[in-house]
């Protein structure tokens, strides 16, 4: 039976370059928005030597979408991993619209991929090097883990007072502590569940972001790599997180941020912060 990767955000940056990657090893289901971007995508990935690719217009956030997604998915073979890619950053929405695609989408994707998980399965969400940036103590945290509760979308506006960037980060947090609290959950049915948190990454979303927000100047000021990364360079991380080289880790985060997380927390410690 054929092993099935399913890549949400899958005409993105990262989810090409993933894609590239596990479709030398099976089947791969891209997902996002645009049917054309997608049909692209599918174009770029054939004429690279990947030809076992399907593709579905799907918004995460409606849950209806997902369902019909995880069952094209069911229908291809057998689910080996669930790349969930799709996401918005702080100057391409408002507050609520990137809580709702970055949180609740996540906890929707997961929802319904889990029920096909089986021993060998793994997910793996991308969350970003902001979720590191806000601390994992607090009230708040009970509320990120809980992506379907049904006033997360009104509680998550009055912690982030409108504001994308907070929005942002929250929601990746949340990303974050899902990966922790569903562990158990996937571990139940011999699956993994893992993160990967990018720093500025060269893609069309790391290329927006960098042009519009000046905080972005000072991460990458202060990244010992001193460079920005590339899309393959997640995309790496990625396949050996769904690797068998990866068997005994899950429930935790992987940064792929050329040190920036670490480097940004000593200065603000130096700085008193
Ligand atoms: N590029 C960076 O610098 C960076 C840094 C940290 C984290 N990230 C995270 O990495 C992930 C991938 O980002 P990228 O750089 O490839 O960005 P990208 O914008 O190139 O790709 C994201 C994809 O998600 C899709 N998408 C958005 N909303 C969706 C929805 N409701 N339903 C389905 N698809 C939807 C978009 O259409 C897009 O194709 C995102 O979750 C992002 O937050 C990126």
Known sequence: ??????????????????AELVGKNGTVLLADVSEERLAQSKEELNTKGITDVHYQTVDITDRENVKALAEKAASLGKLKSIIHTAGLS????????ITEVNLVG??????????????????VCISSMSGHFVPKQGLYTEVLK????????????QMA????????????????????????AWGQKGARIVSVSPGTINTPMGRKEAAGQPQMKV?????????????????????????????????????VDGGTTANMAKLQAAQGR
């Open 161 to 184: 007072k409108g504001d994308p960037g907070a929005a942002y980060s929250l929601s990746k947090l949340g990303v974050l502590l899902i990966v922790e609290d569903q562990a158990w």
């Open 1 to 18: 039976m054929a092993e099935v990767y399913v890549i949400t955000g899958g005409s993105g940056g990262m989810g090409k370059a993933i």
């Open 106 to 123: 996540t906890g929707i994707v997961l929802d319904e991929f889990i029920t096909l998980a089986e021993p060998g399965t793994v997910a």
């Open 146 to 157: 809980n992506p379907l509760a049904e006033n997360l979308v009104e509680t998550m506006e």
């Open 90 to 97: 702080p100057t391409m929405s408002d507050s609520k619209r």
């Open 219 to 255: 991460m990458l000021d202060n990244t010992p790599l001193g460079r920005e990364g590339e899309s393959m360079e997640s995309a790496t991380a990625v396949q050996f997180l769904i690797s068998d080289a990866a068997s005994y880790i899950t429930g935790t985060d992987l940064r």
